[in-house]
Structure formats: C-alpha cells, structure tokens
C-alpha cells in the first residue's frame, strides 16, 4: 500500500463541518489514520459493500451515483485505499472516514 499521510492531513482539514472532529482529537485522529495506513480505508469500503449486499448501506454509500460506486469498487478491487479516500472526499464523505477510524481502530485494533 501507499503511503497516505498527505491525504490524511486533507481528511481532517476537508470534513463536512468543523463540529465533526473537536480541537483535541485532531492529532490522534491524524495518527489513527496515519498508523494503519489504507487499511480503514479497505474496511470502510468492505462494510460498505456488505451492507448493501444485505440491503442496509451506509447512507453515504447510498446516495452515490452509480459512476461513484463503480470508481468505488474498482479501487477496492485494485487495492487502493488512496483512490477509496479521493472518491469520498469529492463526495463530500471525508468525515464517514475518520469517524469509522475513530470508532473501530482507535485502540490500536487492526482488522483484517
């Protein structure tokens, strides 16, 4: 995987409102995405794809357009968190991923 460290630093400057992540969570949540690389990326998109198979996506996931999930899909396939990141925040989903990392990696956990 790519080294993202420049993308996460546009994560956190480019949420949906200033409120998504307070003033003192900033740099954690800037070393939460740095330390597992692409991985919450992957996991995000992996859950993403599993609720919508089940019909229960992410309202995110939901309200692309077909031409987003299919760019979606294909940097899953590809491996390829920095594309997976690119495609979120031109939606204007950069929060969903600091709040899925926030919740499910920040105490070190690594899911596979």
Same mark, same amino acid.
């Given at each position: 995987m790519q080294p993202l460290s420049?993308?996460? =630093?546009?994560?956190? +400057?480019? !949420?949906?409102?200033p409120s998504d992540v307070p003033?003192?969570?900033l740099q954690e949540g800037y070393d939460i995405l740095y330390r597992h690389g692409g991985r919450i990326e992957i996991d995000l998109m992996r859950k993403a794809e599993d609720?919508?198979?089940?019909?229960?996506? =992410?309202?995110?996931? +939901?309200? !692309?357009?077909?031409?987003?999930?299919a760019k979606l899909h294909k940097a899953l396939e590809g491996s390829d968190p920095a594309k997976i990141l690119k495609v979120m925040q031109?939606?204007?989903?950069?929060?969903?991923l600091y709040h899925h990392a926030w919740e499910n990696f920040r105490n070190g956990a690594v899911v596979d």
């Amino acid at each position: 995987m790519q080294p993202l460290s420049y993308y996460y =630093y546009n994560v956190l +400057e480019g !949420l949906e409102k200033p409120s998504d992540v307070p003033t003192s969570h900033l740099q954690e949540g800037y070393d939460i995405l740095y330390r597992h690389g692409g991985r919450i990326e992957i996991d995000l998109m992996r859950k993403a794809e599993d609720g919508n198979a089940q019909g229960e996506p =992410y309202h995110w996931y +939901e309200e !692309l357009d077909d031409e987003q999930r299919a760019k979606l899909h294909k940097a899953l396939e590809g491996s390829d968190p920095a594309k997976i990141l690119k495609v979120m925040q031109r939606n204007g989903y950069a929060g969903v991923l600091y709040h899925h990392a926030w919740e499910n990696f920040r105490n070190g956990a690594v899911v596979d």
